[in-house]
């Protein structure tokens, strides 16, 4: 399974703006936005011409791949199933990402970051309605229970996360049951409780060229 191994902070300092890869450290003064906000490289401070036209749309495209962890091939396959689907593409691709159980278990704060949770999903840490999954991209859907499987309730990693996210509450979508450590999706997100300061409309105008 292809992943990025590289340095993450460098993409945020890419793309400008915190995309909360390294969990709570991003929260803090350590964070590489906070102490330099250029882009990486040799010559990052001279990157000032304003871009247009495909850079700002191949922009708006890395930022949502690498927000959610993924690579180019399996985020091409995730935009062609949403163009399939009736309704807005933009907003459809996004609802997809969101309702991955990686990002299904950051969001409800079973880990600090994207990437953690992907962890602990591939290491078996969690159950969809009962039964483990151990499939990062597995596609929840309305009316599943996400739980902590009762062997890994003791897990130091899972118990930091949650006391470290207490006071960041869980989207709308998502009914938390922090004494169980499980979590209940509610409904499918709509755009407007989709905290991603992108504008998806950009990478369907990409992706359609």
């Keep these: 399974m292809a992943r990025y191994l590289g340095a993450v902070c460098r993409l945020c300092r890419r793309e400008g703006m915190k995309l909360f890869l390294k969990g709570e450290r991003c929260y803090t003064d350590k964070c590489a936005i906070e102490k330099r906000n250029v882009p990486p490289g040799q010559h990052g401070r001279a990157r000032k011409a304003k871009m247009v036209g495909y850079g700002v749309q191949l922009r708006e495209k890395q930022k ?3 927000t959610y962890g993924i690579l180019e091939n399996q985020f091409r396959r995730y ?9 807005i593409t933009g907003q459809l691709l996004l609802q997809m990402l969101e309702r991955r159980l990686d990002n299904v278990v950051y969001r409800l704060g079973f880990a600090t970051s994207r990437p953690q949770a992907r962890q602990l999903v591939r290491h078996g840490h969690f159950t969809v309605n009962g039964r483990k999954v151990d499939i990062p991209s597995f596609a929840v859907r ?4 996400i739980a902590v499987r009762p062997t890994s309730a003791t897990n130091v990693t899972i118990q930091h996360a949650t006391e470290e996210v207490k006071g960041r509450g869980v989207p709308e979508w998502l009914l ?5 450590l499980s979590g209940r999706i509610s409904g499918l997100p709509t755009r407007e409780q989709i905290n991603l300061p992108v504008e998806e409309q950009l990478i369907v105008e990409l ?3």
């Design 207 to 209: 992706y359609s060229k």
């Design 142 to 145: 309305q009316g599943d229970t």
């Design 176 to 180: 938390l049951d922090l004494g169980a």
């Design 79 to 87: 935009f062609e199933a949403a163009d399939r689907q009736k309704g």
């Design 64 to 66: 949502v791949k690498r």
